[in-house]
Structure formats: C-alpha cells, structure tokens
T-cell receptor
Framework: GDSVTQMEGPVTLSEEAFLTINCTYT??????LFWYVQYPGEGLQLLLK?????DKGSNKGFEATYRKETTSFHLEKGSVQVSDSAVYFC?????????????FGKGTKLSVKP | GAGVSQSPSNKVTEKGKDVELRCDPI?????LYWYRQSLGQGLEFLIY????????KSGLPSDRFSAERTGGSVSTLTIQRTQQEDSAVYLC?????????????FGPGTRLTVT
C-alpha cells in the first residue's frame, strides 16, 4: 500500500540555519503531496502542497519539489526562525479510489534556538 | 469564518464505557475525514464521508468503532467498550470535496484517555 517515510527527529537548529527535512513516498498511482505543520498547542494546518511531478510548493519561506524520479518531497527553508518550531508531517493523498484520505509520515519535531 | 470544531476537547473514560466524539465541519464542505493520532502509530486514517455516505470503513481499527454523518454536516465517531489502546487524539478534517488534491482543514482534536 501507499506509505510515507520522513526523517526521524527531533531536529534542533539555531536561528537563521538552513533546514531540510527529508520525505520519500511509495505509491501505486500519482498522488498529491503535502506538508502539514502542527505548532505547539494548535491543530494541523497545511503548509504547502504539490499535485504533479516537478511542481514546487512554497509558503512562508518553505519549499518542496515533487520529484517523481526519486519519489521524494523534501522540505527546505533557507533561514529558520524561532517561530518555525513545530512538528512537520509529510503526507500523500491516497491513490486508491477517489476518497483522498491522507497518509502521513511519523512527523519531525523541529526546535529552533535563538 | 468558522473552522472545524470538535467536542469534547478532552475526554477521560473508564475502560469498557462507550464514548461519542463530535465533529462540526466547515459549512459547505462535503467531505469529512476522521484520523487518530497516537504516540505509537502516528497519524492514522479511520474513515471518510462524502455527504452522508461512508464508502470505505476498512480503516476503522475494530468493530467497536463506528461513525455516522447526518445532514451532510455533523459527524459522530462512537467507540464502544473502550480499551486502553483507544487512548489517542482523534482528529476530524473537512474539505470541499473528496479526492486527492484538495486541502483538508483539521479541527483541534479530542484527546481521549481510557483509564
């Protein structure tokens, strides 16, 4: 079945450091790919998405490119801030049928120190 | 506008009791999803509704779990004879329609603790 693997955390960075969180997927079809973020004490919210190969999703300085050849969707940010501290989830939409349920990775906790 | 709301926010129950969790989706969203977030299993999909219909119930962990949706709006997830392994945060999400590319908007979750 479809699955998502993302790097284990926690990840601790200093402010203004470069961030990469790796995400790879396995899917039988052509899924849409997402990054969701969960800030402390808040609900899950969509950070960015890409719906087809070579698409780049971007938001709030974060970027991820849908790479079909490497089945990857790595999250990057050039200069992290303390306010980026959160748990980040890579996800894909289920390719079986039209239901569109999300399949999530385990999450990566990011802590950014001043 | 109002987002997805869930109630209660926290629920502590004794093993063997039944619980009902409620989800109010964003108005006009026809698709509604239930997920479970636990330390051991991460985020798991449970069930989805398109309108009032749940075409695929295979994500429900056991027959103690059931869900319904009425009027294309409010949904309830019921867990009968709760077990300790049911302790988790239950998340509800809605989207304009089912299908792969649409954004899902999540509620704050219900934290269920079974003692």
């Amino acid at each position: 079945g479809d699955s998502v693997t993302q790097m284990e955390g926690p990840v601790t960075l200093s402010e203004e450091a470069f961030l990469t969180i790796n995400c790879t997927y396995t899917a039988t079809g052509y899924p849409s790919l997402f990054w969701y973020v969960q800030y402390p004490g808040e609900g899950l919210q969509l950070l960015l998405k890409a719906t087809k190969a070579d698409d780049k999703g971007s938001n709030k300085g974060f970027e991820a490119t849908y790479r079909k050849e490497t089945t990857s969707f790595h999250l990057e940010k050039g200069s992290v801030q303390v306010s980026d501290s959160a748990v980040y989830f890579c996800a894909l939409s289920g390719t079986g049928g039209s239901q569109g349920n999300l399949i999530f990775g385990k999450g990566t906790k990011l802590s950014v120190k001043p | 506008g109002a987002g997805v709301s869930q109630s209660p926010s926290n629920k502590v129950t004794e093993k063997g009791k039944d619980v009902e969790l409620r989800c109010d989706p964003i108005s006009g969203h026809t698709a509604l999803y239930w997920y479970r977030q636990s330390l051991g299993q991460g985020l798991e999909f449970l069930i989805y509704f398109q309108g009032n219909s749940a075409p695929d119930k295979s994500g429900l962990p056991s027959d103690r779990f059931s869900a319904e949706r009425t009027g294309g709006s409010v949904s309830t997830l019921t867990i009968q004879r709760t077990q300790q392994e049911d302790s988790a945060v239950y998340l509800c999400a809605s989207s304009l329609r089912s299908g792969g590319a649409g954004e899902q908007y999540f509620g704050p979750g219900t934290r269920l603790t079974v003692t």
